[in-house]
């Protein structure tokens, strides 16, 4: 088990004075198997009333306003959190039971049905048609379709648009995490895999030592349903481990976007971020 201190600050420089903003965050990390939240919190510049709710797909979010002139809003999430190496030991259900069990959920269901983001190409749909066939379950399709996917894709920041859907991705052959697993849940949903994109951070170090930081990153990953949900990161091709740390999920980057809102007063805005890392025990 580790623990972990994550402080994610991000945030807007404005071309001018806006006049006020409202904005969503969805960058605190939650309680879940595996995973104990210890403290979290977000600070604001200017500081702003906030207000706290669970999303639909169980995130929490923190929404705030600033009814000031600012040229500037910066928001500061601060977490410590212990997290669990995951039992990764394939599932031994076969494509009939998983077809029986993504119908006794909604969110399995749901997680079905591809989006405007995941939408697969008919070369990618091919693909994963023919991984899902040689492999022995529906879990160990999961896996090799993440793998393959990962495999092909090369990593390239400033390669896609943060509106890049998959088709384009998978196209190119490049992009960021976000593209890739938009890309894997694509593949995933076509063979009739429930897949959800799960956002969160990373320590990008597996042997680092105590109390160093280091710097991180804003990352994300893949569940897929086989009776249970299993994490996989197809960019850095492992299991979602002891060095991932859980803040939400949903059908694509849409639902769990980090920062979200809108500002008026201005014609543009440059954002900015930066993650920072300590592993405390």
């Known amino acids: 088990m580790k623990r972990l201190r994550v402080t994610h600050t991000t945030g807007f420089r404005y071309q001018g004075e806006a006049s006020a903003s409202y904005n969503e965050a969805r960058m605190?990390?939650?309680?879940?198997?595996?995973?104990?939240?210890?403290s979290a919190h977000i600070d604001t510049r200017p500081n702003a009333p906030q207000?706290?709710?669970?999303?639909?797909?169980?995130?929490?979010?923190?929404?705030?306003?600033?009814?000031?002139?600012?040229?500037?809003?910066?928001?500061?999430?601060?977490?410590l959190i212990e997290v669990a190496e995951q039992a990764h030991d394939h599932c031994p259900t076969s494509w009939d039971e998983l077809a029986q069990l993504s119908r006794r959920t909604v969110e399995s269901v749901e997680q079905l049905r591809q989006s405007a983001r995941t939408e697969p190409p008919r070369d990618l749909m091919k693909l994963a048609a023919q991984v899902a066939e040689a492999s022995g379950s529906p879990c160990a399709a999961a896996e090799a379709i993440c793998a393959r996917i990962g495999?092909?894709?090369e990593y390239v920041p400033g390669a896609t648009r943060v509106d890049s859907t998959a088709a384009e991705a998978?196209?190119?052959r490049r992009g960021v995490c976000q593209d890739i697993v938009h890309v894997a849940l694509g593949a995933l949903r076509s063979v009739g895999i429930p897949a959800r994109y799960v956002s969160g951070y990373l320590h990008p170090k597996p042997d680092a030592p105590l109390h160093e930081?280091?710097?991180?990153?804003?990352?994300?990953?893949?569940?897929?349903?086989?009776?249970?949900?299993?994490?996989?990161?197809p960019t850095n091709l492992i299991p979602a481990g002891d060095r991932h740390v859980y803040v939400g999920h949903?059908?694509?980057?849409?639902?769990?976007?980090?920062?979200?809102?809108?500002?008026a007063g201005v014609a543009a805005a440059e954002t900015f971020v930066k993650v920072e890392i300590t592993r405390e025990a």
């Open 170 to 172: 998978w196209s190119a």
């Open 213 to 233: 930081t280091v710097v991180g990153e804003s990352h994300a990953w893949v569940e897929w349903f086989c009776g249970t949900w299993r994490g996989w990161d």
């Open 250 to 263: 949903g059908r694509d980057y849409d639902d769990i976007a980090p920062i979200r809102g809108v500002y």
């Open 28 to 38: 605190l990390p939650a309680s879940r198997e595996g995973q104990w939240v210890l």
């Open 151 to 153: 495999g092909e894709m």
């Open 51 to 79: 207000h706290s709710y669970t999303d639909y797909w169980g995130t929490r979010v923190t929404a705030f306003e600033v009814l000031s002139p600012h040229r500037e809003l910066v928001l500061s999430a601060s977490s």
